[in-house]
Structure formats: structure tokens, C-alpha cells
């Protein structure tokens, strides 16, 4: 096991970083309901579906070990009133939203971030002063990676007009970025953060930011979508950076964007490797 953790391990991490994940992964890989440490522990969840390969899952746990935090990190199955209370116990600070439930999850808030509003979904769920925060960090989290990888252009162009393409577009807008939706049809938001072109009508020479599920062509596209063993740099970075920005949310203190990056791409790696993902998720390799 530890040869294999140090050989993924080497080609992202610090030495030191390096000590001290391996460590993590002994401790939180231990913590299991019956241990009796799940009730003492501050709670997180991830609402979707599905989330079998969800890299969240795992790296968040090890993350808050690494940052002296310990949660239990679960998925839920169920609706948002069910959710709801959930969120309304002490041992839970909070929990991240994915597809399909991003715009329903808008109603079991109490308040939106004007984020979440201009986004029109939720994907952070995080409380303050006993009331239930709604956020989006969809288009934060793309822009702190672009800009950790010096990728930040004046203009953009977004393909797709679904829900993560609304989040890019308001929030890239806001920075005064120059946005252009590119989809077969309009659906009525897109003038409010750009302007609107036919999909056969994109600039394959503008810096493309992908939300389609499947590969398009162009000199400098940005893939956020990932799958199974295929889990491209932007869209690993991007969650790296939710990631970080969920954090700090939850526990309102900000955390070292580099422990999320490094771990993040460890745990991409794993997922392209069953065995290295079985070692990551489970503590063991048998």
C-alpha cells in the first residue's frame, strides 16, 4: 500500500505534504460507524446522482484531517425536505449540491448569496447564525484554477447553456470578463451576463470553456465535465477549488488551496488506477 501511495503520491506532493497525507489516510480510512467516532464528528453531505465516481467524496475527508478538521463526508439519497433537516442538526456544517438537484435545491434555503441568485442554483450549502446558506461556487472555483494556471483571457466563450454555464457566465461577467454563450437555442439568461451565438457559429481560436458532455474541438478548450478514469486537468483543478472555497464556508477559515490541488489530482489519479482508488477509499488493498 505504501509504495503504491508513494508513487502516485511523488508527482504532486511535497515531501512534507506528502508525510502528513499518508498519515491522513491511515486515520480517516478508520473512521466507520461502528468505531463509534461517527457521532462525534461534524457532519458534511453531497446531494446528487449519480455520485459513484464523485472525487469529493473522498478528498474532502482526507483534506480536513490534513487541516485538523474531522467530518464524516456522505452522500445523501433523498429529497430536499429531508435535507433540510438534516442541515438544521449542530453535528452537520453544511454540504455541496451537484447534478441533477443544483436548482432545487434553491428551496430549502433560508438565504441565497447574490452568487447563487445571479447563478440561479445552489451547489454549497453552508449555516450562519442557525440559518441555511445557499451559495455557488461554480464559476469562483473555474476562475481561481484559470487563474492559478495564468489561463485568465479579456473574453471567453462558454459552450452549453445549462445550469454550470449560467454559474461561469454571471460570475465571469462580474469580473469583467467578456462572455459568449454558444448553444442551439436560447434560454433567455444569456444576455444578461454576454451575448448569444450558434454553437456552429463559435471561434475556434477564442479560449473555450466546455460544459457539453462530450469533447469538442478548438485550439484552447477548457473540459469541466469529468467521468470514470477520464478526469481532465481543468475539471480536477476547478473542483480542487470548490473545494476550497466549500471549506472555508463550512468552517469559516481559509485553508491552503495547494493541500486541495495536490490531493485532488492524487485522488484523479486514483481514479484512473482501481487499485490505488480501493487503497483511497477503503484503507485497504485486499
Not at 502516485?8 to 491522513?24: A, G, I, M, R
Not at 440559518?131 to 472555483?141: L, S
Not at 483571457?153 to 457566465?169: C, E, L
Request: proline fraction near 3%.
Amino acid at each position: 500500500m505504501k509504495n503504491i501511495l508513494d508513487h502516485f503520491s511523488e508527482t504532486v506532493l511535497s515531501p512534507q505534504l506528502n508525510q502528513n497525507l499518508l498519515k491522513s489516510l491511515e486515520v480517516v480510512n478508520k473512521f466507520f460507524p461502528t468505531t463509534g467516532t461517527f457521532d462525534i464528528l461534524k457532519k458534511v453531505y453531497i446531494w446528487g446522482y449519480p455520485l459513484e465516481y464523485s472525487l469529493s467524496i473522498f478528498f474532502q475527508e482526507h483534506i480536513s484531517s490534513l487541516c485538523n478538521r474531522k467530518i464524516i463526508y456522505s452522500p445523501f439519497r433523498g429529497d430536499e425536505i429531508s435535507l433540510k433537516n438534516i442541515l438544521k442538526n449542530d453535528l452537520c456544517v453544511g454540504s455541496n449540491v451537484t447534478m441533477p438537484f443544483k436548482i432545487k435545491a434553491l428551496s430549502l434555503c433560508d438565504q441565497l448569496t447574490d452568487v447563487a441568485l445571479k447563478a440561479g442554483s445552489v451547489n454549497t450549502i453552508y449555516k450562519e447564525s442557525g440559518n441555511i446558506i445557499g451559495d455557488n461556487t461554480d464559476g469562483a472555483g473555474l476562475y481561481n484554477w484559470m487563474t492559478i494556471k495564468n489561463k485568465l483571457k479579456n473574453k471567453i466563450q462558454i459552450t452549453g447553456n445549462g445550469g454550470s454555464a449560467r454559474a461561469i457566465a454571471s460570475f465571469f461577467s462580474q469580473k469583467g470578463i467578456a462572455v459568449t454563450v454558444c448553444a442551439r437555442s436560447q434560454k433567455g439568461w444569456e444576455k444578461n451576463f454576454g451575448k448569444f451565438i450558434s454553437i456552429e457559429d463559435r471561434d475556434h481560436s477564442v479560449t473555450t470553456i466546455n460544459t457539453l458532455p462530450f469533447t469538442i474541438s478548438g485550439d484552447d478548450i477548457l473540459d469541466i465535465n469529468y467521468k470514470y478514469g477520464a478526469v481532465s486537468e481543468t475539471a480536477c483543478g476547478m473542483l480542487a477549488c470548490q473545494g476550497a472555497l466549500s471549506f472555508e464556508k463550512w468552517f469559516q477559515e481559509p485553508v491552503p488551496i495547494e493541500i486541495f490541488v495536490k490531493l485532488a489530482f492524487l485522488h484523479a489519479r486514483a481514479h484512473s488506477n482501481r487499485f490505488l482508488f480501493r487503497i483511497l477509499s477503503t484503507g485497504t488493498h485486499s
